[in-house]
């Protein structure tokens, strides 16, 4: 049975990862507008941030998808 989750085996860390690679932290900030995307950002307060505010994930998965469905 597969799934039918686009993002279905990939980790926040994996997605967050990708996004920072592709957009940067500042791209990032521009389109999701959270302090911990604009001060002092790194992958582990993120995580963090992200783990406790389903929008703000939401949003973030939401541009993975935007940016890396083939």
Same mark, same amino acid.
């Given at each position: 049975?597969? %799934? ?12 967050? !990862? /990708?996004?920072?690679?592709? $957009?940067? +932290?500042?791209? @990032? /900030? ?6 911990? *995307?604009?001060?002092?950002? %790194? $992958? &582990? %307060? %993120? @995580? !963090? *941030?992200?783990? &406790?505010?389903? +929008? /703000?994930?939401? &949003?973030?998965?939401? @541009?993975? @998808? ?5």
């Amino acid at each position: 049975m597969t %799934s039918n989750d686009p993002l279905h085996g990939l980790t926040l860390q994996a997605i967050l !990862t /990708a996004l920072v690679e592709r $957009i940067g +932290w500042e791209g @990032l /900030a521009r389109q999701v507008d959270v302090r911990c *995307f604009k001060h002092e950002p %790194s $992958i &582990k %307060s %993120s @995580l !963090t *941030f992200l783990r &406790k505010t389903p +929008w /703000a994930r939401d &949003k973030v998965e939401q @541009l993975y @998808l935007q940016l890396f469905r083939s």
